[in-house]
């Protein structure tokens, strides 16, 4: 499947909350007995409801989690493979078992791209060397089919061996994935799978560390948690040696320079907590403009919510569930709904004849005053571009066929995006 691109043209990122609430989404947790529910969250009473009455799995893998808002399902790794539920019954639709071409291996930190409705996330895998049978590491940017569980690498070559659990983040403009390695944010070209960025990271005005980052699409900024670990100088008179031992932690909300690594503390007041929990990992509500992470342990958990604009905590909400523990991989619908590349694949050039390869039907081309879209998989979403690039249609759809009414465009040249459950496809038309 090709992508396109608008050379020499803009393209607006807006997106659109008015088919969207902007729920919490999120996995509420129990170890005893253990068991999985898909929930929403109220982060300021930190009140989780369950949706649905049955376990969707007895444990979850904590790589990642997907939120699909255009086939209403989240997906994450728990018992036997790649589970999709539904967020409005809270009932599995799918279980796929993981299966990767290339080898055994595994798929991490992955996140749902909105603007164009696939799952990335990180293929890692073993390479054994047939000459000398030396075993490394290698990790490939990659996609998963929901349905399948295919993993589809990108990345013609191994683009590092490990990852920091520091978060993960998509763009969904420039379609740029990004990990953080430790030291590095690293930045994966999307179309090409290639290392599109990779800064070391750098805190002029104070921290040692930039963990559960995550992007914003209503700023185009990316924000997460800048940690300052605090030591106290300890005198050892027996060895006469002075270590430096931890004292204490303050953790600021920031946002960082994607491209030059520069981490900003937002404001000067620390949140008030020590540590975080990276399985709850982090996420923006684009509504309000406040980031959310969970800092405790157990029963003690509490969602915090913090305003992009000042980094002054605006909610704490203790989170009760009846024998919920813990609130896991929560994501919010609206946030980066309905965004499109302002970025586009530089390998495909508009004249280009785009090929049909995601079951879709576009009838008549040429057409007139109507054209007709039809999908066997169910469609998603449909999007009407002029050749210049400018947004004409963006419909979210449902069932396996729709009509768009075309009486008032010109004749000329057009392009559609149709969105289905197998992906997406851009097709050439003509009035």
Known sequence: MKSLIFSLFTFSCTFSFSQLGNTMYGLARTTNPAAVYIATMDPVTGIATNIGQTSVSSSINLTGAALNPYNNRFCFFGDNGLKSVDLSTGQVTNTATINNPNGTGYFDLFRFNTSDSLMYGLSRRNITNPQTGQVSGAMYLATINEITGTITEISPSSIGQSFAYSGSAIDPHQMVFYYSNGSQLVGLDMYTGGIFSNPTLTFPNGGQN?????????????YGLVRSNY???????????????????????????????????????SIGVSSFSVNGSSTIDPVNLIYYFISG?????????????????????????TGALYFDMMRIQSDCYESYPTRFNPS???????TNTQNVNVYPNPFSNQIT????????????FHANGQVIENTSVSGKEFTL???????????????????MEIIKIIK
Do not use: R, W
């Not at 005198?235 to 981490?263: C, R, W």
């Not at 342990?297 to 989170?319: E, F, K, N, R």
């Not at 879209?373 to 009407?384: A, D, M, P, R, Y």
């Open 405 to 423: 009414e075309t009486s008032q465009l010109m004749n000329g040249v057009y392009f559609l995006q149709v969105t289905n459950l197998e992906g």
């Open 348 to 354: 495909v050039n508009i004249e280009e004849t785009v």
């Open 210 to 222: 930039f963990d559960n980052f995550t992007y914003s699409c209503s700023d185009t900024t990316m």
């Open 373 to 384: 879209v039809s999908s066997e998989t169910g469609l998603q979403k449909i999007e009407l």
């Open 297 to 321: 342990s157990g029963t003690g958990l509490t969602i915090y919510g913090v305003s992009l604009q000042t980094g002054l905590v605006v909610s704490q909400g203790t989170i009760s569930n």
């Open 231 to 269: 030591y106290t100088p300890v005198y050892n008179p027996v060895t006469g040696i002075t270590t430096q031992v931890f004292d204490s932690a303050a953790v600021h909300l920031g946002k960082v320079n994607a491209m030059t690594g520069e981490v900003t503390k937002i404001g000067t007041q």
